[in-house]
């Protein structure tokens, strides 16, 4: 599976920004999905994840419940809604694809990648 993420830009402290993760190749309710993010100088951070086949989602407790993974199989694409965003989400947004849901960095299919910078 390919997976191509969009939907980053620049957005002011308190903002939204949807995220948008779209697949090919394969059909997404396949795999679970998870989000990342890698700020500069700084390791890549897990974010989230939702499951294949019921579309649960587990997040990162330092995220305080501001993002919210979705996905629409119809359009084999997956969501991350963030909200209420401060300068420290500026980072490098990942998806990725893995047949296990797993709360680590060892997803076997990654994106490229979408630049979110909050900024006043």
């Known amino acids: 599976v390919q997976l191509q993420a969009s939907g980053g830009g620049l957005v002011r402290p308190g903002g939204s920004l949807r995220l948008s993760c779209a697949a090919s190749?394969?059909?997404?309710?396949?795999?679970?999905i998870g989000w990342f993010r890698q700020a500069p100088g700084q390791q890549r951070e897990w974010l989230g994840v939702?499951?294949?086949?019921?579309?649960?989602?587990y997040y990162a407790d330092s995220l305080k419940g501001r993002f919210a993974i979705s996905r629409d199989n119809a359009k084999n694409t997956v969501y991350l809604q963030m909200n209420d965003l401060q300068p420290e989400d500026t980072a490098v947004y990942y998806c990725?694809?893995?047949?296990?849901?797993?709360?680590?960095?060892?997803?076997?299919?990654w994106g490229q990648g979408t630049l979110v910078t909050v900024s006043s």
């Open positions: 939702i499951t294949s086949a019921a579309g649960v989602t």
């Open positions: 190749g394969d059909k997404l309710p396949y795999y679970a």
């Open positions: 990725a694809a893995d047949r296990i849901v797993t709360r680590t960095l060892s997803y076997d299919y």
